[in-house]
């Protein structure tokens, strides 16, 4: 529950948020976005930012097998936990 946005899950609001990020050539994320809404905008910004902060990815390699940029794509469902 800590990463729950805390006004869903006082409103106890669910859902699943659909999205893509933009990797680095480091495995690191720098974008995000929501392709398909929860219908829930604090919890499609709360996709985001811990997809951003915690992501980490094995970078894509070119035909040289060089490290390069990459996308992937996800979906993220908010769910309350039973206590």
């Known amino acids: 529950t800590n ?24 495995g690191r994320v720098t974008s995000c976005e929501v392709t398909s809404s929860s219908g829930s905008p604090d919890l499609d910004d709360a996709t985001c930012k811990n997809v951003s902060r915690r992501a980490r990815f094995i970078p ?6 060089q490290p390069t940029t990459g996308s992937y794509t996800g979906r993220i469902r908010w769910q309350i936990p039973k206590e």
């Open 3 to 26: 990463d729950y946005p805390s006004r869903a899950l006082n409103e106890e609001r669910e859902g699943v948020t659909g999205f893509r990020v933009s990797v680095g050539t480091d």
């Open 60 to 65: 894509a390699t070119d035909g040289e097998g």
